[in-house]
């Protein structure tokens, strides 16, 4: 191996070995399922990675004795697997979409077969001019599943899945370069800085990305169990921001054939709360509800306040016909859990009143005005304040929403800052 070869992988290897210790620190102080899964994920992939450039060998000559053949053949493909398995958790549709769900499972399980049959052909006797290549087309099939995985959470909302998507990119490239470099193949220095270059840009993105959803994560347990300040939330979309959300979500699931469902929960008795010893009950209150709404339908849907005593939500390309029996019951069963006010140990426990109103936007319905499917669900929401279970749903059919009694307040301008 040439010295400037050996410096594009060296440098490579350092800033794979920055970001595995980087890993084991976050996994030491805060021990979740998600830090080891980010740690396993950075050091198996990492160590391939290093492996498949030639460095360790170029650099200890005495490893070039062991056969690396049957770790090539087999860490690949379970890292792929590995990869694709945490996107879906990372993006929250291995539970939501069908297509996601359905591609998963079946992938990984081939992905996790066709190693045991590299291995077979390593027993076997056959080289690696046989078994690498076979090994980079199962290891291509990964990322293919991988790219549209991400593809899949940028079509039904998720901005932040846009950077995954050219992380899954650098992806692409990492293992057409690595695989060359391990079938010997003479690409020249620039293709292999290129390489080196898509392996540190997809590892470096994943893990600000992976970090940056997990503490947003941890953000939402903390707001939704009141522990947390109002400052610390970002502002919600509110009155008029709130309606192109809307209309995105209603297109959405109009682009996609699917039908969306737009909900709002009315907080009757937000202003019922009266110590004098919390500076800001309301806000502290709408943090800790937004924080349970939005950890329940993710991060992709839309969640905003059209005034203060009403959230409205919108859950695009519904793909169950129970989701919004599950979304409601789930809503309610968590909103009504009483909320902390104030600092510890003198907060006090408020508990919420609400009602929620559903609006179903059925599959083919073409342009529908989002201000009229906003307030036709507030105004069943009000309406089932006097239901014993709380929750009124309506199919949209296009028609103006019958008007019902019901004083406005219109006091009530923007919300309290969040």
């Known amino acids: 191996m040439q010295a400037t070869e050996m410096a594009i992988w060296s440098a490579m290897a350092g800033v794979l070995l920055t970001l595995a210790v980087v890993a084991t620190f976050d996994m030491a102080s805060r021990p979740t399922l998600a830090a080891v899964r980010a740690w396993v994920s950075m050091l198996l992939t990492g160590w391939v990675c290093v492996l498949m450039s030639g460095l360790p060998l170029a650099l200890w000559p005495s490893w070039q004795l062991i056969d690396w053949l049957p770790v090539k053949a087999s860490l690949g493909p379970l890292c792929g697997a590995l990869v694709m398995t945490y996107l879906g958790y990372w ?103 290129v390489t080196a270059t898509s392996t540190v840009g997809y590892f470096v993105t994943v893990v600000v990305l992976v970090r940056g959803r997990n503490r947003e994560y941890r953000r939402l347990r903390r707001q939704a169990l009141g522990q947390s300040p109002s400052v610390d939330l970002p502002t919600l979309p509110w009155g008029a921001q709130l309606v192109p959300r809307i209309e995105d979500a209603l297109w959405r699931s109009m682009r996609m054939g699917r039908p969306c469902l737009v909900a709002a929960v009315s907080v009757s008795n937000l202003y019922a709360y009266r110590e ?125 929403p019958t008007p019902i009694a019901v004083v406005p307040c219109l006091a009530e301008t923007r919300p309290a800052p969040l």
């Open 91 to 193: 993006s929250g549709l291995r539970r939501e979409d069908r297509l996601v769900k359905r591609m998963m499972e079946p992938g990984a399980a081939v992905l996790v077969t066709g190693t045991f049959g590299l291995l077979a052909l390593v027993l076997a006797g056959f080289d690696a001019a046989t078994v690498l290549p076979l090994t980079a087309a199962l290891n291509g099939l990964a990322v293919l599943m991988g790219v549209l995985i991400a593809v899949r959470s940028v079509t039904l909302g998720d901005a932040m899945a846009r950077w995954m998507v050219m992380a899954c990119l650098c992806l692409a490239q990492m293992t057409a370069g690595l695989y060359a470099k391990g079938l010997g193949l003479a690409m020249g220095n620039v293709y292999w800085a």
């Open 276 to 400: 004098a010893a919390v500076p800001d009950p309301v806000g502290d209150i709408l943090v800790a509800l937004a924080a349970r709404i939005r950890q329940l339908v993710g991060f992709r849907n839309v969640v905003g306040l059209y005034h203060q005593r009403c959230f409205v939500l919108a859950i695009s390309a519904v793909q169950d016909p129970k989701r919004a029996e599950l979304v409601t019951d789930r809503l309610l069963r968590e909103l009504r859990m009483s909320v902390n006010v104030g600092p510890d140990p003198l907060a006090m426990a408020f508990q919420p009143e609400v009602s929620i109103g559903v609006v179903q936007v059925p599959a083919g319905t073409g342009e529908a005005s989002a201000v009229r499917i906003i307030n036709l669900a507030e105004q069943l929401a009000l309406q089932a304040l006097d239901e014993p279970e709380r929750v009124l749903q309506r199919t949209w059919v296009g028609q103006a």
